[in-house]
């Protein structure tokens, strides 16, 4: 079973604010991934980490930062949230199994008004 | 550019077959992944497919043929809790995983 917590599950916030999605694994994996993902559309690649002290950028990852100071823990951080931020994020971990599956968080709904 | 096709929606009867494609282009390729996505919920994984063949876990089997680029998802006995979208991803060269938009399965009673 896997455990991984994104915290919050939901937030409504305004334009301009700084936010902190969080997210924490107890699997001991090495590599984590941030996800965005709109309904009914595939997920977009925002950061990944494959260990500590290593983080690379995906494919919409300009407008966030993510730290990866502790294994268990892969923080994402939006400076200053725009109403295009709207999303549901993703928060995902894999270990060394056989396919190198991903386990998911149950995600972060993000509202900007 | 790498590029992984699914169709966007399928309808299907309760207790019936369904067979769900994707077709894949991508620099590379280091296995097939499949997700079920309920709605409003987080992917969870359902198979795994590197080598060609057929892939079978209960209900659910997965087939691949690398020199097509082309992978199915099979789903016997349909059960109303089916209805969810389901993702096809392939890791590239690099590993680097391509996602597909998903196919949302529609069961009816």
């Known amino acids: 079973e896997a455990d991984i917590y994104q915290t919050p599950r939901y937030l409504v916030i305004g334009t301009g604010k700084k936010i902190t999605l969080e997210c924490s694994q107890t699997?001991?994996?090495?590599?984590m991934y941030w996800y965005q993902q709109d309904p009914g559309m595939e997920l977009h690649l925002i950061h990944y980490?494959?260990?500590?002290?290593?983080?690379e950028k995906g494919d919409l990852s300009s407008e966030s930062t993510v730290s990866r100071i502790r294994t268990e823990h892969f923080p994402l951080t939006l400076e200053s949230a725009r109403p295009s931020h709207t999303s549901q994020y993703l928060c995902?971990?894999?270990?060394?199994?056989?396919?190198?599956?991903?386990?998911f968080g149950e995600g972060s709904r993000l509202t900007v008004l | 550019g790498q590029n992984i096709d699914q169709p966007t929606e399928m309808t299907a009867t309760e207790g019936a077959i369904v067979q769900i494609n994707c077709t894949y282009q991508t620099s590379g390729f280091n296995g097939l992944f499949w997700y079920q996505q309920h709605a409003g919920e987080a992917p969870t994984f359902l198979s795994y497919?590197?080598l060609d063949g057929l892939e079978e876990k209960g209900r659910f089997s997965s087939f691949l043929s690398r020199s097509k680029g082309y992978s199915y998802l099979l789903l016997k006995e349909l059960q109303m809790k089916d209805s969810a979208s389901y993702l096809c991803?392939?890791?590239?060269?690099?590993?680097?995983?391509?996602w597909g938009a998903g196919t949302k399965l529609i069961i009816k009673p």
């Open positions: 980490s494959y260990g500590v002290n290593s983080t």
């Open positions: 497919n590197v």
């Open positions: 995902a971990s894999s270990g060394q199994g056989e396919a190198g599956e991903l386990f």
């Open positions: 699997m001991g994996h090495d590599k």
């Open positions: 991803a392939v890791w590239d060269s690099n590993y680097q995983l391509i």
